[in-house]
């Protein structure tokens, strides 16, 4: 923001030096039509005057004041979404402005990354307007409104005027989750269904969400899950499960070193978990030994979203290790009866130790190894055959990294 503020300066005062330039040659034009004489002298001194005058006039009476309002504040989505975002401007200028460039900016709070979106707008005497945008494509992550920029000049390019208004407020992009089917087993990358029983195999079939029959109701229909799966999905009250899980996302920094696409990947089917045990109504906590240490106990979610609203800004380099994690959450005594759902693209031995702790313990363990975009090696399935001797359930995920396009569109209206 301070590095906008000095350029908006920078350019107010390389705009006085044209406008100062530009007033220099037409009083050597004008003394050169004394000295000399001449139509051509005298014509290319008023003009020089006149346009030095009109660059002047812009510059001391457009955008005296100004002020912007601005919708799509504290909204929440999810990539594949689309934010629509209204900037209602106001300004108050004693010349009609001619052109009008608007940009609006925000930042990606996790790394500091800048968006701006940039439209331009011919207001003429119109005081108020307004400026539509669109956006879709983001990464997951928290992000803040830093503050609207408007330009205006004359027509000739001569002088230039900013007014930097500040911004507030801001939106979270919630993680994609994967398709893990609450029925069934989860879906790998291509399509095809791993190998491993799911953990939200209902126990009494029929109960959650189910397949659309013909005949049910249309106000039955269960939307969000619709929306991420191929077909109708019918809504039922019951809760499907009586169990209760706790998803453990592992968030040491070492599991990630020099692969962060592969903790973009284990966020996603963290989330795709959540999710699933939201569509069934099925008890879910989340653990993470991330920079931002989580502990959320299994409760009702609401379709996951208190546990996606902290997946969203979660970044690695906790101080607990993994293993410590699991035997943490196997220690405590309010938590014995929940299966744990670990997520891992790394099992050493301290991590592979705990997890044949948990299920000697009388734990249900389901395991979710992510392998990245490489196959699994003889040392990834022999682990998966102690962990499955111990009692627990492995699925060894294979998976490309996902590439996103961010789209921003602006239009404008009144202007």
């Not at 119109?126 to 920029?149: A, D, N, P, Q």
């Not at 208004?165 to 939106?171: A, D, M, R, T, V």
């Not at 169990?243 to 040491?252: A, E, P, T, W």
């Not at 569509?279 to 879910?284: G, K, L, Y």
């Amino acid at each position: 923001m301070r590095r906008v503020r000095r350029g908006v300066r920078g350019m107010m005062i390389r705009s006085l030096y044209r406008l100062a330039f530009f007033l220099l040659l037409a009083a050597g034009a004008a003394a050169l039509a004394a000295l000399r004489g001449g139509q051509a002298a005298w014509f290319l001194a008023w003009l020089l005057t006149g346009a030095g005058a009109v660059s002047l006039s812009v510059f001391l009476f457009s955008l005296m004041k100004a002020e912007v309002v601005r919708s799509g504040d504290n909204q929440t989505l999810f990539p594949r979404d689309e934010l629509t975002v209204e900037l209602k401007i106001r300004h108050m200028s004693l010349l009609p402005v001619l052109w009008m460039s608007v940009a609006d900016r925000f930042v990606r709070e996790a790394d500091g990354q800048l968006y701006t979106v940039r439209k331009r707008v011919y207001p003429g005497w119109r005081g108020r307007f307004t400026v539509r945008y669109r956006i879709s494509g983001l990464e997951r992550g928290s992000y803040r409104y830093t503050g609207t920029e408007l330009l205006a000049g004359d027509c000739w390019g001569l002088v230039q005027k900013r007014r930097l208004l500040p911004g507030s407020g801001g939106f979270t992009v919630l993680p994609e989750g994967r398709a893990v089917l609450p029925v069934g087993l989860p879906k790998g990358a291509g399509g095809d269904e791993t190998e491993g029983a799911s953990p939200f195999r209902p126990s009494i079939p029929g109960h959650g969400v189910r397949p659309y029959e013909n005949g049910d109701p249309l106000h039955r229909v269960h939307w969000k899950s619709t929306a991420r799966r191929d077909g109708l999905m019918t809504r039922v009250d019951e809760p499907a499960l009586e169990r209760r899980f706790q998803v453990m996302l592992d968030g040491s920094a070492s599991a990630y070193q020099g692969r962060p696409e592969l903790f973009e990947q284990a966020i996603r089917w963290a989330a795709g978990i959540l999710q699933a045990a939201g569509d069934i109504r099925a008890m879910a906590g989340l653990a993470c030994n991330g920079k931002q240490p989580i502990r959320l106990p299994p409760h009702l979610p609401d379709n996951g979203l208190p546990a996606l609203r902290l997946l969203a800004v979660l970044e690695t380099g906790g101080e607990q290790s993994f293993a410590e994690l699991l035997m943490d959450c196997g220690s405590r005594p309010g938590g014995r009866d929940d299966a744990v759902v670990a997520v891992t693209p790394v099992i050493d031995f301290a991590v592979e130790r705990a997890l044949a702790q948990l299920c000697q313990g009388g734990r249900q363990v389901f395991v979710y190894h992510l392998l990245g975009a490489r196959l699994a090696g003889e040392r990834e399935l022999e682990q998966k055959r102690r962990l499955e001797s111990a009692g627990c359930r492995v699925h060894q995920i294979r998976e490309a990294r996902i590439e996103r396009t961010v789209r921003l569109h602006a239009e404008s209206e009144g202007a």
